[in-house]
């Protein structure tokens, strides 16, 4: 009997020591993928920025690190259910690889309403005559893809009216600004600031009153490209200026194009002093160059 309750102890004991064991190698495996999430949107973020690989690479790998982030908080929920009882050590590793894993859910999942609310990637102060590139390249597929095909709202628009009606609705505040400078200060002031704001320029000409310059965001480095045009006002004192900032990649740009013309208009109206235009009404032409 005594050998019995001897060997079944040694039993427990061994199964006891074994789950301890795969506990712990369980736990340092589930951090080491927690680890590996944001590795893998560092590495494809950063390479596509330094153009190791393409942006649709580097956005990849965001996807990739975004579902390997769900199946990590899984594996660590699942350890620290089934190990709940081994100890401070496996707690401890096993929530470290929760909190990676759902730190980086929760960050892709705050873009998703962004993206969502910004569907498109080209914003313009004018709708009805946009300022053109000449120094830099529109993108080839620029006003090509708009979203709202299918929508019954906008049916029977082309892509081009599309935009124009979503841009309407999403962005009613950007509009055409009425600075109190002729045309040549204006673009002078607007190149300033764009060289603050670390702009890289690519053409300032005051005389004929256009600006053009890159901006680069987010650590991949997306490059987005802004036209700056100045035309004399009705009575040739002041200027009409009108800003587009166009993404070079994706079709939503999670509000960046917008947010950069609000606070380059607003740093405009600080240093020349002017309004806004008011919202054009229907009939109503707009500032043309």
């Known amino acids: ?29 589930a951090l080491f ?15 596509a920025g330094e153009r190791w690989w393409g942006q649709g690479a580097g956005i990849q ?18 350890i620290l259910f089934y190990y709940r009882k081994q100890g401070a050590r496996i707690f401890w ?9 759902a730190g980086y859910v929760g960050y892709i999942g705050l873009q998703i309403p962004k993206a969502t609310a910004n569907p498109l990637h080209d914003v313009s102060t004018n709708l009805t005559n946009p300022p053109r590139f000449a120094t830099l390249e529109a993108r080839a ?12 709202k906008y049916r029977g628009m082309d892509a081009l009216e599309r935009w124009r009606a979503i841009h309407g609705e999403l962005y009613p505040d950007l509009r055409t600004l009425h600075v109190f400078q002729p045309v040549g200060l204006a673009i002078q002031r607007a190149e300033v600031i764009a060289r603050e704001n670390e702009w890289e320029i690519a053409m300032a000409d005051p005389i ?29 004192a002041g200027s009409l200026i009108d800003i587009r900032s166009v993404s070079r990649y994706g079709q939503s740009d999670l ?30 032409a707009a500032p043309e160059e």
Do not use: C, Y
């Not at 009997?1 to 064991?21: F, P, V």
């Open 61 to 78: 790998a965001l996807v990739t690190a975004f579902f390997l982030a769900l199946a990590v908080i899984v594996f660590a929920i699942a």
């Open 255 to 284: 509000g960046v194009n917008a947010g950069r013309v609000r606070e380059f208009s607003a740093q405009l109206l600080e240093q020349l002093g002017g309004e806004m235009m008011p919202s054009l009404t229907e009939g109503q």
């Open 141 to 152: 597929d620029n006003l090509k893809d708009i979203p709202g095909k299918e929508d019954p």
């Open 208 to 236: 004929n009153g256009r600006l053009e310059a890159t901006d680069t965001v987010a650590l991949q480095q997306f490059k987005d490209d802004i036209i700056v045009r100045a035309i004399p006002d009705s009575d040739g």
């Open 1 to 29: 009997m005594a050998d019995n309750i001897d060997g079944q102890a040694s039993s427990d004991e061994a199964r006891l020591q074994r789950k301890h064991h795969w506990s712990i190698w369980l736990s340092r495996f």
């Open 93 to 101: 590793v096993s929530i470290s690889a929760l909190i990676l894993a």
């Open 33 to 47: 993928l927690g680890v590996s999430v944001i590795g893998i949107a560092v590495i494809g973020a950063v390479g």
